[in-house]
Structure formats: structure tokens, C-alpha cells
């Protein structure tokens, strides 16, 4: 076996030229292999970093709209309830023997005592909010000659397990009044005029602007005062209140609640401002819930667009390697098979010698071989080294600054590295194997003759 290593080497030496070629040739396929392999697999870690990347940035981005969509929510619709309230009271709770028809046609005349309203602060009603007391009736003012409609309120009264809201309507203090639109521009009235109504003096402090309803022709006053005038010492007319933000049939969970408390009365529902509250309210939260559904919809957009172009430069890489590198893999064999065949027929005159000598068939055979395994040896592991620079310059690792060792998590690139010098060696045995067949086939004599 030593005399077939030196054959092999002094071969090598003598025939220099030969052999780099085929170790070229050799690491040129193996660099392909494990080049391409390289890059395939960066490019398959590369995707997995962006696109884990970019679902980081979608839920961060989509994590803080969440958090912006729910403060603008809660301040458009914390806006829209300040603004609806403009609309006023929209639960009216009256006297059970109250007709409705008698309301619309005269106004609330029936009667229930004041303490109702206290009674109801002091419960634990959940379903209205800002409870406001109040007497009304026609009345004729005798002083200016003509019929209006006078209310007397005593301000809010705050339910008490609730804290302190602000409230819908500022209370009429004693000896003032408030006057609507119709009656002020008539009247030619202004803020801080002395009227006199029923022989009582008031102060003018506010004039409302035109609502088109009856309060254009209402006159509002102290409700004291106004019980004393119309003789309803204890007694009020009704008390009005906010329905809160309550989902599904909101007037029947107010009547049950309120009858439970106060069952001597009924509950009438001003529909169209409390459908108005609802449409605000739900207008409001289906703004937040849209935006957030468009981020959410923009943000995966997005993802898969970065997706779709990842896939396809990956589909680019694979469809190149899977060209280039069966083609030069069968390039190198026929290289190593020519400069076998060439070195084979050059040799002629001492595979001769060597036959004359003593030294069999199968011992010419290895000295090819030998030198064939050396060529796929030095080649593979040059072309590990130059395949894995290769793949590792051209597949961006550096840009990304990313470790190298998450090349090899997945230990295909590791077995392709491994499998690439023993890849070498069996093809260039093989390139091999045929010229060095026919060289040591030859007849010695034959040979010795010719030459």
C-alpha cells in the first residue's frame, strides 16, 4: 500500500498541472452545492427575520392603535354624550293617573308629592341619571296680556351612590327668570330687565334661543315660587331624567326599575332624542372599531406583500441552483474524465514499465484511484470554503447582522457540508474509474514494442 501511495504522489508531482485542474474542477461543483445551499437557507432564515420582524411591528403598530382607537373613542364618545345632552331630558316619569292624551293636548296636570324625587336619589337606580324635579301648567300672565307656560324647577338632584355630575340645566334661583325665545323677542326683553308676573317681581337671566317647540313660549322660574303661585305647595308635576347608555330595550329596564321605587308612576320615553343618543353613541364606537379594523387590515396587507416578495426571490434562488449546479456537477466529471483519460494515454509507456515489473491490474487501478480520491479530497474541502463564503456574502447575513450559526439550525446545510467532500471523492473515483480501466487493461508487451 506505500509503493501506491508513492506511485500516486510522485504521479501528483510530476503531473502538476493535471492535478490542480482536476481539484479546480472538483471545487468548482462543490462550491456550487454548498453555495447554493447556503443561499437557499439564507434566504429562508432572512424571511423568517423580516416577516418576524414586520409581525413585531404589526402588533406593536396595531397594539397602539388599540390603545389610540380606545382614547379616541372613549373622547369622541365622552364628546358625543356632552353634545347629545344639548338635547335635553328624554325619560319623563309622571303621576300613573297622568293621562298621555290630556299631556299632548293641555299638558301635565295630574300631580305626585316631591319627596318622589328624593326618594329616588336615594335608591340605587342605575338605568337615569340627572333627576330634575319640576312643576308645569298654562298660566296666563296677566301683566303682558297673554297665555305661557310656566315651569318651575329647583335644580338637579343628585342620585347619591352616583358622584357629582355636572348638570343638564343650571337651577333658577329665587326671583329669577328664564325666558324663551318667542315671549323675549315679543316682549322685547333682555338679560337683567325687571318683569312682573302674578305681582311678583323677577329679574330676566337668561333668554333661551329659538328651539321650536314649547319652550319658545315657557317662562322658567324657582320651583318654591312657582308651587306657591299655582298653589302646589309639596307637589310637582314630574321629574325628568337622562336614560343612560344601557343596550337592548333601555325604556323597559327603566320602567321596571323605576316602578320597583316608585310605583304610584309611569315612564314616558321622548323617543326621538333618546334614538338620537343611541345613533351617537353607536356611531361613535363603530368610528373606533373601523379604524382599528383598517390598521389591523393594512398591517396584514403588508405582511403579506413582504411575504409574497420573499417567497419569490426564494423560488428565484432554487430555480437558478437547481440548473447551475447539476450542470456543473456534470461538468466537473468530465473534466476529471478527460485529464484521467489524457494523463491514462500520456502514461502509456510506464503503465508498460510497471506491468513488466510485477505490478498487477488492480494495483495500476488504485494508483488512479488513490490520486482521484486525493483530487476529490483537496477539491471538496476547497470547495466547502469557497461555497459557504460564497452563499454567506451573496445571502445578505451581514446587513442583517445576524449570527452565522442560525445557518445550521435546521442541519441541512450541515449535512450538504458534511456530504460535500465524500460527494467529491465518489465522483471523482468515478470520473476516474473507467481511464484507469483501459490503462491497466493494456498489454505490457504490446506496449514495450510500439514504444
Excluded at 434566504?43 to 427575520?49: K, Q, S, Y
Excluded at 316608585?262 to 320615553?269: A, D, H, R, S, Y
Aim: aromatic fraction near 6%; glycine fraction near 8%.
Amino acid at each position: 500500500m506505500l509503493t501506491l501511495w508513492r506511485l500516486a504522489i510522485r504521479e501528483i508531482q510530476h503531473r502538476k498541472l493535471s492535478f490542480l485542474l482536476g481539484v479546480v474542477s472538483v471545487s468548482m461543483a462543490v462550491a456550487c452545492l454548498v453555495g447554493a445551499q447556503t443561499l437557499l437557507r439564507a434566504d429562508h432564515v432572512i424571511t423568517e427575520h423580516l416577516l418576524g420582524q414586520k409581525e413585531t411591528e404589526l402588533e406593536l403598530a396595531v397594539a397602539a392603535k388599540e390603545e389610540a382607537v380606545q382614547q379616541a373613542g372613549a373622547e369622541l364618545e365622552d364628546a358625543m354624550r356632552k353634545h347629545m345632552k344639548g338635547l335635553g331630558f328624554n325619560v319623563l316619569i309622571l303621576p300613573k293617573e297622568q293621562s298621555r292624551s290630556e299631556m299632548l293636548l293641555n299638558g301635565i296636570t295630574a300631580t305626585m308629592p316631591e319627596s318622589y324625587v328624593d326618594k329616588l336619589a336615594a335608591s340605587k337606580i342605575v338605568t337615569v341619571n340627572h333627576l330634575l324635579p319640576s312643576v308645569s301648567q298654562k298660566a296666563h300672565w296677566p301683566e303682558r296680556d297673554r297665555d305661557v307656560i310656566l315651569i318651575g324647577t329647583r335644580g338637579e338632584v343628585p342620585i347619591q351612590h352616583r358622584g357629582l355630575k355636572k348638570p343638564l340645566l343650571e337651577e333658577v334661583a329665587e326671583n329669577k327668570m328664564v325666558v324663551g325665545y318667542e315671549l323675549h323677542r315679543e316682549l322685547g326683553l333682555k338679560v337683567g330687565d325687571k318683569v312682573v308676573f302674578k305681582a311678583q317681581e323677577f329679574t330676566v337671566s337668561k333668554l333661551h334661543p329659538e328651539r321650536g317647540s314649547t319652550d319658545d313660549v315657557t317662562l322658567w322660574i324657582n320651583l318654591r315660587q312657582a308651587q306657591e303661585m299655582l298653589g302646589m305647595q309639596n307637589l310637582i308635576n314630574a321629574i325628568l331624567a337622562l336614560e343612560c347608555d344601557c343596550a337592548g330595550d333601555r325604556i323597559s329596564a327603566i320602567r321596571d326599575e323605576i316602578a320597583a321605587i316608585l310605583p304610584g308612576t309611569q315612564v314616558v320615553e321622548k323617543y326621538s332624542q333618546a334614538l338620537a343618543r343611541a345613533e351617537a353613541r353607536a356611531k361613535a364606537k363603530g368610528s373606533a372599531e373601523s379604524a382599528l379594523a383598517l390598521e389591523k387590515a393594512a398591517g396584514e396587507e403588508t405582511l403579506e406583500r413582504e411575504k409574497q416578495s420573499r417567497q419569490h426571490l426564494e423560488q428565484q434562488h432554487a430555480g437558478f441552483a437547481g440548473v447551475l449546479v447539476p450542470l456543473v456537477l456534470i461538468a466537473s466529471v468530465v473534466t476529471i474524465f478527460l485529464l484521467s483519460l489524457a494523463n491514462a494515454r500520456q502514461r502509456t509507456e510506464e503503465i508498460g514499465i510497471l506491468c513488466a515489473i510485477g505490478l498487477k491490474s488492480r494495483q495500476i487501478i488504485l494508483v488512479f484511484l488513490t490520486k482521484a480520491i486525493l483530487i476529490g479530497l483537496f477539491g471538496g474541502l476547497l470547495g466547502i470554503a469557497i461555497g459557504y463564503w460564497f452563499g454567506w456574502s451573496l445571502g445578505g447575513f451581514t446587513q442583517y447582522g445576524m449570527d452565522w450559526n442560525r445557518l445550521f439550525e435546521s442541519g441541512n446545510l450541515l449535512i450538504t457540508i458534511v456530504a460535500g467532500p465524500i460527494l467529491a471523492v465518489f465522483l471523482s473515483g468515478l470520473a476516474s474509474w473507467l481511464p484507469a480501466l483501459i490503462a491497466a487493461r493494456q498489454d505490457p508487451a504490446s506496449v514495450l514494442q510500439s514504444s
